[in-house]
């Protein structure tokens, strides 16, 4: 077979292109390729075309979910995808799988397919403004590894104790898991805020339930995931670490020298969780989730002011733990302006079982893939002082100079 060279628009002239120019381009270079392989041409559906749109712009493999796909169609995708990432035909033998290519990670991972149309599936919830609780913000509440982890997470803060700790069976909830707090937080703000909209009105409403019943697919769709078997097994094991996981918070208060015990609250992630029904293919359909009593209280507050802060949806596209925590943190501690920490407190903060300078590898890796695909809302910079690297978190909407060396920030 002879290899012809594709010449290809680069990823700024694709998106200068009309949704029209970019099918009709697409179906081009497409029927470029059976041409020189010597195959028979393939007509690209809408559904083809929107996959390859969103591969042409990113370059992820993902965006083509080719595992869903058999027959022609996902070998000339195979085609397609290797021959735009080379800018060249290549020749691939029918289930030889492509070598491995080293390639940069990055932060975030693609938005599923259609995410735009989610919202006309499930208004009441993905609707809502994703919340988290503020007073877990500045601690990674889960292990950072994706699968999980076993023993304790324990975090000495000026001010606190907190410890994590997961069940013996199940191990500690992980970053993902965690989505389905968020979840459950935004769900019951947004019904609040509804209840006090109708209670002004004078309509007198039921104050929110303790008790949620989403189906599996609303939650999977609010957290900006695809619809897949293996996304609903994972939820099901979510639930079961995420009741097994307690956080304890022993509040100090400090003394000459010396902290001394004030209160200790231990309490779920969440409460008791019960699948309400299956499908046909056995796959969790509704659940019930009872809210605990510490996200009820902080959000359903007779004072009208909740215990939570606002994230961007493009968190749930941050594909690392790590990146999550930092997030999370930002949203926290620099809010709409700006905050620094020193990688020694980061790593205290995030419970990380990494040495340290691995630990300080991985947010090398961060701040670098930040400036290509930057975090939602913050930049982030890293200045070595010599002693420590300071990670500053900067609120993209204000550029601030960077302040005057100082002690590292111990919230």
């Known amino acids: 077979m002879a290899t012809k060279k594709l010449n290809l628009k680069t990823r700024e002239a694709f998106a200068d292109l009309s949704l029209h120019e970019k099918n009709a381009y697409l179906q081009e270079v497409a029927d470029q390729i059976a041409d020189a392989r010597g195959d028979e041409r393939v007509e690209l559906d809408k559904d083809a075309l929107?996959?390859?749109?969103?591969?042409?712009?990113?370059?992820?493999?993902?965006?083509?979910?080719?595992?869903?796909?058999?027959?022609?169609?996902?070998?000339?995708?195979?085609?397609?995808?290797?021959?735009?990432?080379?800018?060249?035909?290549?020749?691939?033998?029918?289930?030889?799988?492509?070598?491995?290519?080293?390639?940069?990670?990055?932060?975030?991972?693609?938005?599923?397919?259609?995410?735009?149309?989610?919202?006309?599936?499930?208004?009441?919830?993905?609707?809502?403004?994703?919340?988290?609780?503020?007073?877990?913000?500045?601690?990674?509440?889960?292990?950072?590894?994706?699968?999980?982890?076993?023993?304790?997470?324990?975090?000495?803060?000026?001010?606190?104790?907190?410890?994590?700790?997961?069940?013996?069976?199940?191990?500690?909830?992980?970053?993902?898991?965690?989505?389905?707090?968020?979840?459950?937080?935004?769900?019951?703000?947004?019904?609040?805020?509804?209840?006090?909209?109708?209670?002004?009105?004078?309509?007198?409403?039921?104050?929110?339930?303790?008790?949620?019943?989403?189906?599996?697919?609303?939650?999977?769709?609010f957290c900006r995931r695809e619809l897949g078997g293996k996304q609903y097994e994972d939820l099901e094991r979510a639930l079961a670490r995420l009741q097994a996981t307690h956080i304890r918070i022993t509040n100090l208060k400090g003394g000459e020298g010396r902290r001394d015990r004030r209160e200790t609250e231990s309490f779920p992630l969440i409460g008791r969780y019960k699948v309400v029904s299956r499908t046909n293919q056995d796959r969790i359909d509704q659940v019930e989730i009872e809210i605990p009593g510490w996200v009820y209280d902080g959000v359903v507050r007779p004072d009208g002011k909740p215990t939570i802060l606002t994230l961007n949806p493009d968190y749930f596209l941050l594909s690392r733990p790590i990146a999550r925590f930092i997030y999370r943190l930002a949203r926290k501690a620099a809010g709409e302006t700006e905050a620094f920490y020193s990688l020694k407190e980061l790593h205290k903060r995030s419970g990380s079982t990494m040495p340290l300078r691995k630990f300080r590898v991985a947010i090398e890796e961060i701040v670098e893939s930040a400036k290509l695909m930057p975090l939602p809302d913050y930049d982030l910079e890293l200045e070595d002082r010599g002693h420590d690297l300071i990670l500053f978190m900067r609120n993209r909407s204000r550029k601030l100079p960077s302040p005057e060396p100082v002690a590292a920030v111990s919230a």
Request: without cysteine.
């Open 50 to 221: 929107s996959r390859l749109r969103r591969y042409y712009s990113r370059r992820s493999m993902a965006d083509l979910r080719l595992d869903q796909m058999g027959g022609p169609m996902a070998v000339s995708f195979r085609n397609i995808a290797e021959s735009i990432r080379s800018d060249e035909v290549q020749k691939l033998v029918g289930h030889e799988i492509p070598t491995a290519r080293t390639t940069r990670r990055t932060n975030s991972r693609p938005a599923p397919i259609d995410d735009a149309q989610l919202m006309f599936f499930v208004p009441s919830v993905h609707d809502a403004p994703l919340k988290d609780d503020f007073n877990l913000m500045d601690i990674a509440p889960f292990a950072l590894s994706k699968s999980g982890g076993q023993g304790v997470i324990r975090y000495e803060l000026k001010d606190s104790i907190i410890t994590i700790e997961g069940g013996a069976e199940v191990g500690i909830a992980t970053a993902y898991d965690y989505d389905i707090v968020i979840n459950m937080i935004s769900h019951l703000a947004e019904a609040t805020r509804r209840f006090r909209i109708d209670d002004s009105k004078v309509l007198k409403p039921s104050i929110p339930p303790q008790v949620y019943r989403p189906a599996a697919a609303e939650i999977l769709k």
